[in-house]
């Protein structure tokens, strides 16, 4: 078993920083005893000689090992029997499931990906730690509103001197007074710190405290925090995935070999672009008279004539523990493979037809083909 039974009353939200296992180690929630439940469920269906490397992981790395957990249990519910990092002749690489049903053999690949480049990934840690420093500031009378941080240069930098710019305004702050002009003028009025140094800009807004209920005195110092905008698409990030897997094992794929990728993103999951990464970027030519549209053949499926042929199928989907029962997902055949798969009727898949046309076949939700928690699946009766 992989959680056990959480004994104490704890319905508060999981904080800033606090990770996913150690949130549903203690929460009392009720949806977080589904997801306990279901994750149990997953676990009790892997063999017992590969459980303690799950319990070791799941601790630091819970978002793969939920993801594979996801896809062991998926391929289990389609009749397979899972064997887990099995050997492949000619190299020392595995994949991480063989799947067999009868005479049918598949190798399966999970993979998460997401948009950030490995700068962008290393500056989202040092503003996490710089969330958590602004959070731990010692503030019983007023909430932050932390409205804008901008990050200067790489590195950890020293927010001594912020901190202390902080003490001060506080010190210097009138709880009461300052809960008469937000309700009457909101932000507008608020004690402001403006901060900068060689390293950072921030900019912070004190929020009373006052009428609040006796829950929040013991929370972090941060009660609203800056907005980021994004643009682009995880597109390049999953294509990038695809190549990696698909040539991880050179020629030594000797079976249907299908990558699946958890898109995990700050960025929202749209199908159109994990279409148009793996089979191309479609146009319309709108001039009068001339109207049509085409596909350009630049996708990771069919740029150079066709490519990857070793994969036969790129499984997609965008989940967490907690939405299972929205998750999307679509099996992304591949029109050159060696080794075809189909799966129509039973899992949602798209196909490639002509150039210019793909065809999606429906299929059952990945809720109907998990094995899920009797709790969950009888309230999502009602929704």
Known sequence: MLFKEVSEKDESPQERGETTYDYLCRSSNTQAKWVRDTLNIWFSKIKDGDKPEIERRIKTEFESIFSEMLVHNLFTNLGYKLEEHPEISGTTKRPDFKAVKGEENIYLEVKIVNDESTEESAIKKVRESIYQQIDDIKSPKYFFNLSKLIQKKKGQPSLKKFKSQVAQLIAQSNPEQDEKKF??????????????????????????????????????????????????????????????????????????????????????????????????????????????????????????????????????????????????YCLFLNPNAKHKVDYSGVLRQCEMISQEDVKYIEGKSLFEILDISEEWKTASNTW
Request: charge should be negative; charged fraction near 25%.
């Open 183 to 328: 309700q009457e003028s909101g932000y507008s009025y608020l004690p402001t710190l403006k901060y900068e140094d060689d390293n950072l800009i921030i900019e912070i807004q004190l929020v009373p405290r006052i009428n609040l209920d006796d829950e929040y005195e013991d929370k972090g110092s941060i009660g609203v925090y800056d907005m980021k905008s994004w643009f682009g698409t995880p597109k390049e990030a999953i294509k990038r995935g695809v190549k990696k897997k698909a040539t991880r094992y050179g020629s030594k794929m000797d079976l249907p070999f299908i990558v699946c990728i958890q898109c995990s993103s700050d960025r929202s999951y749209f199908e159109q672009d994990v279409e148009t990464g793996l089979y191309g970027d479609t146009w319309q030519d709108i001039t009068p008279g001339q109207e049509k549209t085409g596909r350009d053949l630049n996708g990771s499926f069919t740029t150079n004539g066709g490519q990857y042929s070793r994969v036969s199928a790129v499984f997609t989907f965008s989940t967490n523990p907690y939405n299972l029962y929205h998750t999307k």
